[in-house]
Nanobody, 123 residues
């Protein structure tokens, strides 16, 4: 079993920045892809960003390109999401996800999910 714990959420004014972290523990495989998703009230969960095991392939939703940066530290089993130029529409619960294997899964086909961390952006 794998546990994922997100941290770094909070409240910030529009234009501000936050850095989310997601630490993986337990029986992680030798390599795994990780992703970030978010869900706003009344909306479905949506893709935000993903990164492959080697950190060479990074994917972003169009809505966050140029503002968010995903990175990972495999020695620490941790993935990060640096969020800048935040907008009120970025307000959501942010979830990290992990899937064994080097490649980024399609859509939301990740095996493990964290509990989420709230991000609130005020105007």
């Amino acid at each position: 079993q794998v546990q994922l714990v997100e941290s770094g959420g909070g409240s910030v004014q529009a234009g501000g920045s936050l850095r989310l972290s997601c630490a993986a523990s337990g029986r992680t495989s030798s390599n795994y892809a990780m992703g970030w998703f978010r869900q706003a009230p009344g909306n479905e969960r949506e893709f935000v960003s993903a990164i492959d095991w080697g950190g060479n392939i990074k994917m972003y939703a169009d809505s966050v390109k140029g503002r968010f940066t995903i990175s990972r530290d495999n020695a620490k089993n941790t993935v990060y999401l640096q969020m800048s130029s935040l907008k009120p529409e970025d307000t959501a619960v942010y979830y990290c996800a992990l899937d064994p294997g080097p490649r980024i899964p399609l859509r939301q086909e990740y095996r493990y999910w964290g509990q989420g961390t709230q991000v609130t952006v005020s105007s």
